[in-house]
């Protein structure tokens, strides 16, 4: 019997959470009573509306009539759920259709659909690099699913500075041996909305015949033409695009886009698709309808990228410390636990949802906001935060303003 005293397999159990809960780091689960929409109704002992700056539903799909309607038709088609694995009973043809139409959105030969973006990033980190003789090499920020996916895969973990191509370089060289590479990137950075240098990064994993992927997660209907990513306005052709379906296409899913070798590899070895009921028919009714929608209306992302860029102008003149950047992702660092969560609670006494961001999530020490912008966000949505963050600053002139509108 080792050290630890098992009398009581949840010893120790009521000690950690008291731990998490003393670094301010205690994670709970807030219910909302409505669509999580442009605003929300929080149940927070009482019930309370708030305009949601929480939500990664870019362009407002989740609540648009043709992308309901959508979700709909499916389930009308096909009933509530998909049955079974796709390898198993088979997948649907709306499963198969929705791959042809995000290929196709995004010039790729082929996709393959996975139930979230989380899955899609498990299981191609997990096929391609699958032998212990392959390296996987991340920018340092990867999405969580990434780092899972590289724990999962035989490969050897190796990872760079963040969006740093001499560095990439320097790890590359350092596993020149491997029989495969796989480097992973995000276009724009969940928590920090940032851009990676795609050109730079793919230059170099050519030169090091490396694989690129590139998880499109948080570009794909915000930037790019019609909003088909970084991939596609910068001319880098990647070797898998990730993405997913709970974002700009208001729904739940996930893909991978890439040549036909590749898909094929994926449906073999992606442990995470082949070992999982395929998506339900309505999640992925809604997203097919989706991508239609932003196909058909290529200027969706224009009307979010002006409103971006009017937030973060204004969050900058009252003195707040945000980057220049594109995305609809503003992060406002504000250093520790208690500061974030004490800054997200006046907010939400304010009447705004914008949650505070912790380790694991971010970095100890870079407690955060992180508003996420969305063309469902109305000009007075825009105008309410810019004067509760002015009070929140203490500035005088916003509490009057505060003040004056409340009167
Ligand atoms: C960069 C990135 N990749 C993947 C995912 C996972 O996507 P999903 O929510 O569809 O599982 C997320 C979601 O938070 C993400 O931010």
């Known amino acids: ?239 898998l695009i990730v993405g997913t379906c709970s974002k700009s296409f208001g729904s739940q899913g996930g893909f991978i886009a890439a040549d036909q070798d590749i898909i094929e590899l994926l449906v073999n070895r992606g442990r995470s698709f082949i070992f999982s009921t395929a998506p339900c028919p309505a999640a992925i009714g809604a997203a097919h309808a989706a991508v239609g929608w932003l196909r058909d209306h290529p200027d969706l992302p224009d009307a979010l990228q002006t409103s971006i860029q009017e937030l973060r102008r204004a969050l900058r003149a009252q003195g707040w410390d945000v980057p220049e950047g594109r995305s609809a992702i503003i992060p406002i660092v504000v250093g520790d636990e208690h500061a974030a969560l004490a800054l997200a609670q006046r907010l939400r006494d304010l009447g705004h949802h914008c949650p505070a961001i912790r380790p694991p999530t971010v970095p100890a020490g870079s407690c955060r906001l992180r508003l996420s912008v969305s063309r469902a966000h109305t000009a007075a949505d825009k105008r309410k935060l810019l004067k509760a963050m002015a009070v929140v600053r203490g500035e005088p002139s916003g509490q009057a303003r505060m003040a004056e509108e409340t009167a």
């Not at 999405?143 to 370089?169: K, V």
């Not at 041996?177 to 730079?200: K, N």
């Not at 050519?206 to 990513?229: M, T």
């Open 1 to 239: 019997m080792s050290a630890h005293d098992r009398d009581d397999p949840r010893s120790g159990i009521a000690a950690e959470l008291a731990a998490i809960t003393a670094e301010g780091r205690l994670r709970q689960r807030p219910v909302i009573d409505s669509p999580c929409a442009r605003t929300i109704v929080l149940v927070d002992g009482k019930r309370k509306r708030l305009i949601n700056w929480a939500a990664n539903d870019y362009l407002g799909a989740s609540q648009e009539l043709i992308v309901r309607n959508g979700a709909f038709r499916a389930l009308r088609s096909y009933g509530a759920g998909s049955g079974s694995a796709r390898l198993l009973a088979g997948g649907l043809r709306l499963h198969r259709q929705f791959e042809q139409r995000i290929a196709k959105f995004l010039g790729s030969q082929d996709a393959l659909l996975t139930s979230t973006g989380f899955q899609a990033n498990l299981a191609a980190v997990v096929a391609i690099a699958g032998d212990p003789q392959d390296a996987i090499v991340l920018d340092r920020l990867c999405h969580a699913s990434t780092y899972d996916g590289a724990r999962q895969a035989a490969g050897q973990l190796l990872r760079f500075r963040h969006n740093d191509p001499t560095d990439l370089e320097l790890q590359l060289t350092r596993c020149a041996s491997a029989r495969r590479i796989l480097v992973c990137i995000e276009s724009v950075y969940s928590m920090d909305g940032d851009e990676a240098p795609i050109t730079a990064l793919a230059a170099v994993c050519r030169k090091h015949r490396a694989l690129l992927l590139v998880d499109e997660a948080h570009a794909l209907g915000v930037l790019g033409p019609g909003g088909r990513g970084l991939c596609a306005e910068s001319g880098v052709r990647p070797d």
